[in-house]
Antibody, heavy 119, light 108 residues
Framework: EVKLVESGGGLVQPGRSLKLSCAAS????????MGWVRQAPGKGLEWIGEINQDSSTINYTPSLKDKFTISRDNAQNTLYLQMSKLGSEDTAIYYC????????????WGQGVMVTVSS | DIQMTQSPASLSASLGETVTIECRAS??????LAWYQQKPGNSPQLLIY???SLADGVPSRFSGSGSGTQYSLKINSLQSEDVASYFC??????????FGAGTKLELK
């Protein structure tokens, strides 16, 4: 069974940094692109970015490229999202997701982790 | 960036009814379109990929169609468990892989 479990969320002060993790199991992690999506409270889905199998290609949505860094550790089956210079606009549920083999849609999603940016 | 215009924003339908949700892309996305269902309090789940391919385990009352810039998701014989928000996503031209704004489906 494919399982994606995010962790590392919580309350963080504006301007600070936070690193999210996503532990993957039930599939061969190093065979798949992986990605992050976020959802502000009561809002729609926002694509953050994706990373390929060997971390040689990482794509970001342009507005977040200077604030967020996606990485992965294939030995630990873990995906990461490093977030810096956080502002209230970054308050959201953050989902990690597996990219489908046939195209860049997301075929499995984690349960999400809440990040609240507030003083 | 490709813009995805999804309609309607909200929809109220009766059990057993057929429901259609639409997405229009700002340019041709060559059927590189997915649909997701998000039930209240849950994460999104893949319903349809490549515009018309049903994801594993998805009931056959869900179907996708379209080409070029116009796509639709149809739900036949609406069930109570279909109450959810639905999102389209294009993945032809990225980054970013843009999502539609969503459609909230409720029971009448």
């Amino acid at each position: 069974e494919v399982k994606l479990v995010e962790s590392g969320g919580g309350l963080v002060q504006p301007g600070r940094s936070l690193k999210l993790s996503c532990a993957a199991s039930g599939f061969s992690f190093n065979d798949y692109w992986m990605g992050w999506v976020r959802q502000a409270p009561g809002k729609g889905l926002e694509w953050i970015g994706e990373i390929n199998q060997d971390s040689s290609t990482i794509n970001y949505t342009p507005s977040l490229k200077d604030k967020f860094t996606i990485s992965r550790d294939n030995a630990q089956n873990t995906l990461y999202l490093q977030m810096s210079k956080l502002g209230s606009e970054d308050t959201a549920i953050y989902y990690c997701a597996r990219v489908g083999l046939g195209g860049h849609y997301f075929d499995y999603w984690g349960q999400g982790v809440m990040v609240t940016v507030s003083s | 960036d490709i813009q995805m215009t999804q309609s309607p924003a909200s929809l109220s339908a009766s059990l057993g009814e057929t429901v259609t949700i639409e997405c229009r892309a700002s340019e041709d996305i060559y059927s590189n379109l997915a649909w997701y269902q998000q039930k209240p309090g849950n994460s999104p789940q893949l319903l349809i990929y490549d515009a018309n391919s049903l994801a594993d385990g998805v009931p056959s009352r869900f179907s996708g169609s379209g080409s070029g810039t116009q796509y639709s998701l149809k739900i036949n014989s609406l069930q109570s468990e279909d109450v959810a928000s639905y999102f389209c996503q294009q993945y032809n031209n990225y980054p970013p892989n843009t999502f539609g704004a969503g459609t909230k489906l409720e029971l009448k």
